[in-house]
């Protein structure tokens, strides 16, 4: 009875939520050797995403985060701010919830933090994700740079940030590395899938190639997996194809 009455007597709490796409993959110094199986070290030159129709607590931040923009984990620092939220909650101290947003290709995406250029790759290209780096081994070394057009709309996401936060922020958090496993992260298949032996593992080699991972194509894989690498902070989302 003491706990209803204290309860009741709460006023309700209104509070500025800041939302952030943020990297969790160690992006800026590539994948520490000891989390890949088989001893690559994996370093991100690019990661983009083509991300937008955010919500928070079930509705949109601003007319602003419905647009597609393109943003390059790569650099962002402690994140990249997608926009800010004014909500107003009857219990002060309960989780931001009802958090939703959408990893797709976009006809008119616009610029985060990057170029022209690449605004027009993701476009022209159909791109969900877009990504390049090198993996190195000893004295070996490969290239990728590949498009993944695999897009996801994520729904129902509560975050660890409260009402009772003064400025509380909400994370979208990526996962790149998660392309190259699950719990256990190889790039192996992937070294060895270049077939001409150049240095660059292409698109094509990678849809020829016989080697699988997870059951599945290489190819295959990576767009399984591009529309997965999301999460609020760790926590599950509902994922529904966009």
């Given at each position: 009875m003491l706990l209803s009455a204290c309860a009741a007597g709460e006023d309700a709490v209104?509070?500025?939520?800041?939302?952030?796409?943020?990297?969790?993959?160690?992006?800026?110094?590539g994948i520490h050797p000891s989390t890949v199986k088989d001893g690559w070290v994996v370093t991100f030159s690019r990661l983009q995403v083509s991300i937008g129709d955010v919500v928070v607590e079930e509705s949109s931040l601003d007319e602003a985060s419905q647009r597609y923009r393109i943003v390059d984990l790569v650099g962002a620092d402690d994140g990249f701010v997608l926009g800010r939220a004014h909500r107003t909650s009857e219990h002060p101290h309960a989780l931001i919830r009802g958090i939703g947003f959408t990893i797709a290709s976009a006809a008119g995406p616009v610029a985060g933090n990057v170029d022209e250029s690449d605004v027009e790759r993701?476009?022209?290209g159909l791109y969900s994700i877009y990504v390049e780096g090198t993996a190195q081994r000893g004295e070996e070394t490969k290239f990728f740079s590949w498009g993944l057009t695999a897009g996801n709309s994520y729904v129902g996401c509560i975050s660890q940030a409260s009402f009772a936060d003064e400025e509380p922020r909400v994370t979208i958090s990526v996962r790149g590395d998660r392309l190259f496993g699950d719990e256990e992260l190889v790039f192996d298949p992937f070294a060895a899938s270049d077939a001409n032996a150049d240095g660059e593992i292409e698109e094509a080699e990678l849809r020829d190639s016989q080697i699988t991972l997870g059951g599945k194509n290489l190819w295959t894989w990576l767009e399984a997996h591009a529309g997965t690498l999301f999460s609020v902070e760790g926590s599950p989302c509902t994922i529904e194809p966009s």
């Open positions: 209104e509070r500025d939520i800041d939302v952030l796409l943020a990297d969790a993959s160690f992006v800026d110094d993701m476009r022209t």
